[in-house]
């Protein structure tokens, strides 16, 4: 079915459609790639049975599966593939906070997809416990390669007076962040087409980032991070540490490649931050994930990938 509507119109029913399926109860948190796999690959998995299936698992369906409205909703939004009896949603919906986004489908394969996952929950939670550990308000925020617009939300909620902007270089990331910002009911998040922060001006308390942090041959954007995995975490990190008001913090979760017992980006960080009067922490959050990626090539020299959490503030 081929349904001729307007940008808004379009973009209307996307939002819409996140309304119905939360108003109908749908819940469901995204995990990583692999054990998406492994969940899908079970006896039973291979067709779609409910919304979950659908828009948490990716799976494929049929007619019957969702509700008539559901099915009309997508049509309206150009999210519905439809191949004889076999349909696929191109948007995914995942839940945190009280909320829901709507993101790529898996498998995220295309250079402009727009992954939510569990480092987006781990990023987000970290920018919640930097606000709630403040003795002054965020008057001004930005989630730099804010993706589905996750963090920013995360900050607009509990800063509902301030200035939040969210800032990417994919349109696809872009057009999603602003619909989430719909869902979530956060009108003063705005989002921003900008690399890092070239295109926003000004100083900020609260500069919080989860860059791509992977050593991809691909290149996809989101997430790509380098010939090492952490060269864009860096550069956001120097980026940032500048724009930071007195009092400002970056908060900044990234996944880093150990070798031979060595944190490269632990190390760039440090010398950067020598001598500038920062006061910063750096902790693994955790020493050991995405272990399928140690079997191919571009992992070969690692032993392990670390999840790490880098603070800087301007005292």
Do not use: Q
């Amino acid at each position: 079915m081929t349904i001729t509507t307007t940008p808004l119109e379009i973009d209307t029913a996307l939002v819409d459609l996140g309304d119905a399926l939360r108003a109908g109860g749908y819940r469901f948190t995204t995990t990583t790639p692999a054990t998406h796999e492994r969940v899908n690959r079970r006896p039973g998995n291979a067709r779609a049975r409910n919304t979950r299936d659908v828009f948490g698992w990716s799976r494929p369906f049929g007619p019957g599966v969702l509700p008539e409205r559901i099915v009309e909703l997508m049509d309206l939004a150009g999210v519905l593939d439809r191949d004889g009896d076999v349909w696929r949603s191109r948007v995914r919906f995942s839940c945190y906070d009280g909320e829901i986004f709507v993101h790529s489908a898996f498998p995220t394969t295309a250079p402009d997809a727009v992954f939510f996952g569990p480092d987006t929950y781990r990023m987000a939670d970290a920018a919640i416990a930097e606000i709630e550990s403040r003795d002054r308000p965020v008057r001004r925020a930005v989630d730099i390669g804010c993706g589905t617009g996750a963090g920013a939300i995360a900050v607009a909620k509990r800063a509902p007076g301030g200035e939040i902007l969210a800032v990417d270089i994919n349109p696809v990331a872009l057009h999603f962040a602003r619909l989430n910002a719909l869902l979530a009911g956060t009108p003063h998040v705005r989002v921003c087409d900008s690399d890092l922060l070239d295109a926003v001006d000004g100083d900020f308390d609260l500069i919080v980032t989860n860059p791509p942090f992977m050593i991809d041959p691909a290149g996809r954007a989101y997430r790509d991070g380098g010939p090492h995995g952490h060269e864009l975490s860096l550069a956001i990190a120097c980026t940032a540490v500048d724009r930071l008001a007195v009092g400002g913090t970056l908060v900044l979760f990234s996944g880093i490649a150990i070798v031979e017992g060595r944190d490269l980006f632990h190390d760039a960080a440090a010398e950067r931050l020598a001598g500038t009067g920062l006061t910063w922490t750096y902790r693994e959050v955790d020493p050991d994930v995405y272990g399928e990626e140690l079997d191919g090539p571009a992992y070969a020299h690692a032993e392990r990938i670390a999840l790490v959490l880098l603070t800087v503030t301007r005292v």
